[in-house]
């Protein structure tokens, strides 16, 4: 689901009145209390409700967690859940491949949400690796030029991305408080809500 469910709280915001930006959201979401309230992200009613505040404050009450009430604490929630959905993600992804991921790359413009990227590397128990931002340009330039023969492997794209753009690592943090938020995440999504 990605960042749709941020998108559609900040235009039900701006509906009544409050253009808050991304950047304000997300720090504000930064200054609210952690794992107050948790979603799925992925539950069908989540998909394009006429009030995407209204449908996360539904699926809290009837999970027995309080409402968020806050602009802050409707991106909390769901910058937190993000984080722990791609968590979980990885974790079936191992488990299928039978392989240990090192690290989450982040690409594209969700590279620049830096709390996100925090979150994900403390939910992933994992550095996340953030940039290049415009990664599908980058991309496809770099494969151009090795079919011209100008980049001769994948190890000279992979150094060529490194020298050319700016990538963040960051690393995870507060294990506990994350590892509990997963159990609750779980049962959450282990709901039929």
């Not at 968590?87 to 090192?102: M, P, Q, W, Y």
């Not at 590397?121 to 100008?150: D, K």
């Not at 492997?153 to 408080?177: G, K, T, W």
């Amino acid at each position: 689901m990605g960042l749709w469910l941020v998108q559609q709280c900040r235009r039900a915001f701006a509906a009544k009145g409050k253009d808050i930006s991304y950047e304000q959201l997300v720090q504000m979401a930064s200054e609210a209390e952690p794992f107050r309230s948790l979603v799925n992200p992925n539950n069908d009613r989540f998909l394009n409700p006429p009030d995407m505040p209204k449908a996360i404050q539904d699926f809290c009450r009837e999970t027995d967690q309080p409402a968020p009430e806050t602009e802050g604490q409707f991106a909390r929630c769901v910058f937190e859940s993000l984080a722990l959905t791609y968590a979980s993600v990885l974790e079936g992804l191992e488990e299928l491949t039978r392989t240990k991921v090192e690290a989450v790359h982040i690409v594209g413009g969700g590279s620049r949400n830096q709390l996100l990227n925090s979150f994900t590397a403390s939910a992933c128990g994992r550095p996340v690796i953030s940039g290049p931002v415009e990664a599908t340009v980058f991309g496809n330039l770099l494969v151009q030029a090795r079919s011209h023969g100008e980049i001769s492997s994948l190890a000279d794209i992979r150094a060529a991305v490194r020298e050319s753009s700016e990538v963040v690592q960051f690393d995870p943090q507060n294990a506990a408080a994350w590892q509990d938020a997963r159990g609750r995440f779980t049962e959450l999504r282990q709901r039929k809500v």
